[in-house]
């Protein structure tokens, strides 16, 4: 689409963007003496009206959920293109998928657990489960679908369902991506699955998993070929600091070494690709035109919800200020 095609939708997100948090609001909610007082913050947010309702009965989790559905919903009203917005919303689509394949195994409600976000109705969903088709979900859903139950059906491994699932969300990720034809949309997905792909190849490595392991959990949607991963992780550590280094990534490995063993750290790739993500998305918000708006508003209002949800929980729990401060991730709204 054309980037003035997104004119009057990104007006209105710029309306938006003024009620997000600021930084103020979480450094008072940080300093709050107790829970009560830190909820007590968001009488001055558009979040007031909910205040009573979290000190009262704490369901704080359901809220914010709420609060992201109700976004999603705006932007797909307001959004032209619709497949953009099903895309930043398509992880909770395969978090519903998950819980509607295991509702089957189980034969039990998990009703509680499903996020309300998403292009198509859960109940659409749950058909495509139940059944194995659909005349209104895409193709991508149903070979999603199709590949878990063949897989449970075989080998009975209930485990595997998240680990399908995760690898084929990226799959129908890039693919949605390429079907939105927006200029910069399909780099920006396949540098997150990068992002990714390089999290779950340090990860897999530290904890020894088998090569199998690792072929299944990897993501051939990014733009470093699966198989050279797949070698990497033969070599050894040094030799993905040396293939990363010839990157665009090399910034994230650099940072994410000890600067005195050089081991890579889980957690400090995990922090170091969360700020590339954010930093992107930073990037983006300052585009006058065209659908990078929409992506960086959605970003930003995830992170305001998370960033909620951690204070409030660490409050409600007697974590200190500090340490929710170094969990939390602060957006250009905040």
Same mark, same amino acid.
């Given at each position: 689409?054309? *980037? ?47 205040? *009573? ?35 930043? @919303?398509?992880?909770?689509? =395969? ?88 200029? @910069? ?9 990068? =992002? ?22 990897? +993501? ?16 050894? %550590? ?10 665009? =990534? ?39 035109? @065209? ?28 974590? +200190? ?8 991730? %602060?957006?250009?709204?905040?």
């Amino acid at each position: 689409m054309k *980037d003035t095609v997104y004119g009057s939708s990104n007006v209105l997100i710029r309306v938006y963007e003024n009620d997000l948090l600021t930084r103020s609001h979480f450094e008072r909610m940080l300093a709050a003496d107790n829970f009560e007082e830190a909820a007590n913050v968001l009488r001055e947010s558009p979040y007031r009206n909910d205040v *009573d309702r979290i000190k009262n009965d704490r369901d704080y989790d359901s809220m914010f959920m709420n609060e992201l559905h109700q976004t999603f919903e705006e932007m797909f009203e307001i959004v032209p293109n619709k497949e953009l917005v099903e895309l930043f @919303g398509l992880r909770y689509a =395969y978090h519903n998928l998950k819980v509607l394949i295991k509702e089957e195994i189980v034969e039990d409600d998990l009703s509680h657990l499903f996020i309300p976000i998403g292009r198509y109705p859960i109940s659409e969903l749950r058909q495509a489960v139940r059944t194995g088709e659909s005349d209104v979900l895409p193709v991508e859903y149903m070979d999603s679908i199709q590949e878990v139950r063949a897989e449970y059906e075989e080998y009975q491994n209930a485990q595997a369902i998240d680990i399908i699932l995760d690898r084929r969300y990226f799959t129908h990720l890039r693919s949605l991506a390429d079907q939105t034809n927006e200029e @910069g949309i399909p780099e920006l997905i396949e540098t997150f699955i990068d =992002y990714n792909n390089l999290s779950t190849l340090v990860r897999v490595m530290k904890q020894e998993r088998t090569k199998n392991f690792l072929t299944t959990v990897l +993501s051939s949607s990014g733009s470093i070929p699966k198989e050279d991963l797949i070698a990497l992780a033969d070599e050894g %550590f040094s030799a993905v600091v040396q293939f990363y280094s010839r990157t665009d =990534y090399r910034q994230i490995i650099e940072r994410a070494r000890d600067s005195e063993s050089g081991e890579l750290s889980t957690v400090k790739i995990d922090y170091e690709v969360e700020n590339a993500y954010m930093k992107r998305m930073r990037e983006a918000r300052l585009q006058a035109f @065209g659908p990078l708006v929409v992506a960086a508003f959605i970003f930003a209002k995830e992170t305001e919800v998370k960033n909620i949800r951690l204070v409030l929980s660490g409050k409600e729990n007697g974590v +200190s200020a500090d340490a929710i401060r170094e969990r939390m991730r %602060f957006n250009y709204g905040q």
